[in-house]
């Protein structure tokens, strides 16, 4: 399988939009946000695109999981209880990586697109 259209197929998260849509729990709202992974499908997938998607999975991957160890062990220490600690960490550290996630790739994107203006 391509590695554009397992980016491509996140933008099926915003799927989970319409919760907001059609009840009253509207933070379902921000799953749209997802809608615009569905660019990736129409990326041209060369070298260099997998090279900046791989590193940046990656290193939000760390930053996802550093977060969610953080945020559960300083809830913890702040008597916020287990549970609390548990999901409360594990909701930042997804908040975490996607965020890094697409901050790294606007930044390689816009790193590869500056260098290839150079070149001309």
Known sequence: MKLKYLFGATGFIALLGFI??????????AFFAFAVDFQYFFVKDDEMWN??????AAKAFCCGMITMAL???ISFILGKGSVYALVGGLAAGWA?????N???????????GRALKEND
């Open 96 to 100: 975490a990586a996607v965020a890094a």
């Open 71 to 73: 945020f559960s062990v």
């Open 51 to 56: 090279l900046y998607m791989c590193r940046s």
């Open 20 to 29: 907001g849509v059609f009840s009253e729990e509207r933070t379902f709202l």
């Open 102 to 112: 697409a901050v790294l790739v606007a930044i390689y994107n816009f790193s590869a």
